[in-house]
């Protein structure tokens, strides 16, 4: 004990000077408005980056539902579209949201299928589109859920035409690349380029016209050679596919029993 007084009296003078540094802190802090705010502002930063981390959780888990109102939305508003462009209600067009629950795009004859069926009003035949274009045609219809037989199957054809001159060629796939489709019955007299658009040509009932399709990505034509290779980039990425919309038209059945005895 008497070396701790020793201690604490040869260094009193700087004690006292320590106490009232501390003591000079302590007041700066508590009346000045800069040390208080600084300190402030650092704790907000540290609360509004919790709060960001923690949205940002929420937001991918409630990103489904998103989705999903996103589609439903898309297609009430292509309705209320083909509404403004029809004369009367019974002749529009009716879309109807739909989701991907299975999707191929490895193999030759690709299928989609998707959770609307026959007690949603979808039969087969009807065109599938997606908010970047044509999907496919409705294959086989279930209650609850359709096959959808897309651009990408071999077995699959859509009839094309070119927006700068409404040239007609017949959409194909090779079964190779998702990305890409061949535009066929384009005569050696056209002139193709690189960039042309290609959009449905509305000659068949699946479809109304100028819904997109692609892009010209290259064109060839060969000495001698009557019609041109063109490779088509599809504007539906099938590989990222979850939503789309089945085109129901009023008249469809009436304008297939009209066209099936022709051939």
């Not at 260094?11 to 000077?17: A, C, E, G, I």
């Not at 980056?49 to 996103?70: D, M, P, V």
């Not at 609307?116 to 609850?144: A, P």
Request: with cysteine.
């Amino acid at each position: 004990m008497q070396n701790l007084l020793k201690i604490l009296l040869r260094y009193s003078n700087f004690l006292v000077f320590l106490a009232l540094e501390v003591a000079a802190f302590l007041l700066i802090h508590f009346n000045n408005a800069y040390p208080r705010s600084s300190l402030l502002s650092t704790a907000n930063d540290v609360v509004a980056w919790q709060h960001e981390q923690i949205s940002e959780i929420r937001g991918y888990f409630s990103l489904r539902t998103q989705n999903e109102q996103l589609a439903q939305e898309n297609a009430e508003l292509r309705n209320r579209l083909a509404l403004a462009d029809s004369a009367q209600l019974e002749e529009r067009m009716h879309y109807s949201d739909a989701k991907v629950v299975l999707l191929t795009t490895d193999k030759l004859n690709n299928y989609i299928t998707i959770n609307r069926g026959s007690k949603d009003g979808i039969r087969k035949g009807q065109g599938v589109r997606n908010g970047d274009g044509v999907v496919g045609i409705v294959r086989t219809v279930g209650r609850n859920y359709s096959v959808v037989l897309p651009l990408i199957n071999t077995h699959m054809n859509l009839s094309c035409r070119f927006t700068k001159n409404d040239y007609i060629g017949t959409l194909q796939w090779d079964g190779k690349d998702p990305r890409f489709a061949q535009l066929a019955d384009v005569a050696a007299h056209m002139v193709v380029n690189n960039g042309d658009t290609i959009v449905t040509s509305g000659l068949s009932p699946v479809f109304p016209e100028g819904v997109p399709v692609g892009i010209v990505e290259s064109s060839v034509l060969k000495e001698g050679d009557s019609y041109y290779t063109i490779r088509v980039r599809l504007h539906t990425n099938f590989k990222r596919l979850k939503y789309v919309e089945v085109v129901q038209n009023p008249h469809q059945t009436e304008l297939e029993e009209l066209t099936n005895g022709l051939d």
